[in-house]
């Protein structure tokens, strides 16, 4: 089932990524729009590096994210390699 949000460019299913917001008609969560917002990665510039996605794709992930930080903060860390560093002796 396909779960419509207030965002004209954002859902979520179940059957993708376990229901976490993408990109609809895509695969692309938004967390990957605010991860790549967080490296220094312009919004205008994104869909040089994700070409299947519009600006206005972009500015609407970001807003969403504005509107739903914890949510999408959870899956950035849920999705986060997670290094262990080794302990000095």
Known sequence: MI???????????????????????????VRAIVEMYRLGIAPEEVPTHLPHLNLAQVFDALSYYSGHQDEINAFIA???????LPIAS
């Open 3 to 29: 779960v419509t949000t207030e965002h004209a460019y954002i859902t979520s299913s179940e059957t993708v990524l376990g229901g976490e917001p993408i990109i609809t008609g895509t695969r692309t969560p």
């Open 78 to 84: 849920a999705n986060s390699p997670h290094v262990e």
